[in-house]
C-alpha cells in the first residue's frame, strides 16, 4: 500500500497539469485497483461442463482447488469423448476420480489406454474401466499387471464384475501381494474364493494365515464346503475372534454347532447377532415365550420378520423391550438385558 501511494505521489507530482489531480488521481487508482481475470470456477465447471449433481462437485472440487484453468480438464474431457465415453460415464468417471481433470493426456491416459488396447481390450472395454472412476486407470502398473488378472480370471467380463467391487486390485503389487495370496488360498484347497471374493487378495499376505486359522478355530475346517463362503474369509481377524468369543464364550456353542450353520459368521456381530441374542435371552428368563426356535433361526430371519414376532407381542409386558433392543442395535445394551 505504501509502494502504491509512493508511486501514485510520483506520478502526480511529476504531471504537467497538477493543477488538476482528480482525473489522474481517479485513472491511477482504478488501474491499480482493477479486479484480476476471473479465477476458474472449479466446482461451477464440474457441474456444467462434466454433468456432475451439485452435491458431488462440491466434494471434488475440494480435490482440485489448485486448477487455475479449464485447459487441462477440458483436454481430458474431449480424450474421454474420444474414447467413447458417454456424458454419464464422464460424470461417474470425474465424480469417482476427481484428479483425473489434471491427467496428462500424452504422459499418462494415452498410453494407458494403448497399453490395454495393445492387451486385446477393444476401446469400448477401456471405457467401461474409466468410467468406474477410480485411480487405478491413472496408474500404469495397470497394463504390466492386466494379462495375469486376465489369465487368474479366465476372461475380461469376469474381471470387470471383480473390479466393480475391488477396483484397487489392479494397482496391487503382484508380486508381494497377490500372487502369495492366490498361492496360499490354493494350497489350501480354496481356489474357488479366487474368484469370489476378490478382496482377499488384496489383503496382506500376513494376515492371510491368521484369518483361515481363526475361520478353523470357529468349527470350519478350510477343506469343507462351508469355509468357501466368501464371506467368512473377508472378516477380519479381529472380528472373527469376537465372533469366537461370543458363540463359544458367551452363547457356550460348540465349534461344530457353528460349521453347520457358518453363514452366521457373515453377519453383524453388534448391530444384529448380540441384540437378538439379548432379547431372546430376556424372554425367556422373563417366561414370555415358552417355545421357540434355536438362536440360529432367530439370527436368520429379517429383521422385521423378528420384530414382529418377538419383540412386538410383548409391548405390553415388557414395555421397555423395543426400546431397548433398537438400543442394542447401536451398540448400547442395557442393564436389563445384561442382567438377564
Known amino acids: 500500500m505504501l509502494r502504491l501511494r509512493s508511486c501514485i505521489l510520483t506520478r502526480l507530482l511529476s504531471s504537467p497539469s497538477c493543477a488538476s489531480p482528480i482525473t489522474p488521481l481517479h485513472r491511477l487508482l482504478s488501474a491499480a485497483t482493477a479486479d484480476p481475470s476471473p479465477a476458474f470456477a472449479v466446482e461451477q465447471y464440474l457441474v456444467d461442463t462434466c454433468g456432475l449433481t451439485r452435491p458431488q462437485a462440491l466434494k471434488a472440487s475440494a480435490q482440485l482447488a ?7 480438464p477440458d483436454a481430458v474431457l474431449a480424450f474421454l469423448a474420444d474414447l467413447g465415453l458417454s456424458s454419464a460415464d464422464v ?3 470425474v465424480a469417482g476420480d476427481p484428479q483425473l481433470l489434471c491427467a496428462d493426456v500424452d504422459k499418462t ?4 489406454v494403448a497399453g ?5 481390450l477393444s476401446r469400448t472395454e477401456v471405457a467401461r474401466l474409466v468410467s468406474l472412476g477410480r485411480t487405478i486407470f491413472r496408474c500404469r502398473s495397470i497394463v504390466s499387471n492386466l494379462p495375469y488378472y486376465l ?8 474381471l470387470q464384475q471383480l473390479l466393480k467391487q475391488r477396483p484397487e486390485l489392479l494397482g496391487c503389487s503382484l508380486e508381494k501381494v ?3 495370496n492366490v498361492a496360499f488360498l490354493r494350497e489350501c484347497g480354496l481356489g474357488d474364493c479366487i474368484l469370489s471374493t476378490p478382496r482377499i487378495l488384496s489383503t496382506n499376505p500376513e494376515r492371510l494365515p491368521a484369518m483361515v486359522a481363526c475361520a478353523e478355530g470357529l468349527g470350519v475346517p478350510r ?3 462351508m469355509f468357501r463362503n466368501p464371506q467368512v474369509l473377508s472378516r477380519s481377524k479381529g472380528t472373527l475372534q469376537r465372533l469366537s468369543e461370543f458363540f463359544i464364550s458367551e452363547m457356550g456353542l460348540e465349534p461344530a454347532d457353528i460349521a453347520h450353520r457358518s453363514v452366521v459368521l457373515t453377519y453383524s ?3 444384529r447377532l448380540k441384540p437378538r441374542y439379548y432379547a431372546v435371552k430376556f424372554l425367556k428368563e422373563n417366561g414370555l415365550v415358552k417355545c421357540f426356535p434355536s438362536y440360529f433361526t432367530i439370527f436368520n430371519m429379517i429383521d422385521k420378520v423378528f420384530v414382529e414376532r418377538y419383540i412386538c407381542p410383548h409391548k405390553e409386558a415388557a414395555p421397555h423391550l423395543y426400546q431397548d433392543y433398537v438400543a442394542a442395535c447401536k451398540g448400547e445394551v442395557s442393564t436389563r438385558f445384561l442382567s438377564a
Open 178 to 180: 497377490v500372487k502369495p
Open 66 to 72: 489448485h486448477l487455475k484453468s479449464p485447459s487441462k
Open 116 to 120: 490395454l488396447t495393445g492387451h486385446g
Open 223 to 225: 477343506r469343507s464346503p
Open 91 to 93: 460424470a461417474a468417471a
Open 269 to 271: 456381530l453388534d448391530s
Open 109 to 112: 491416459l494415452a498410453p494407458v
Open 151 to 158: 489369465s487368474l480370471f479366465g476372461s475380461y467380463e469376469n
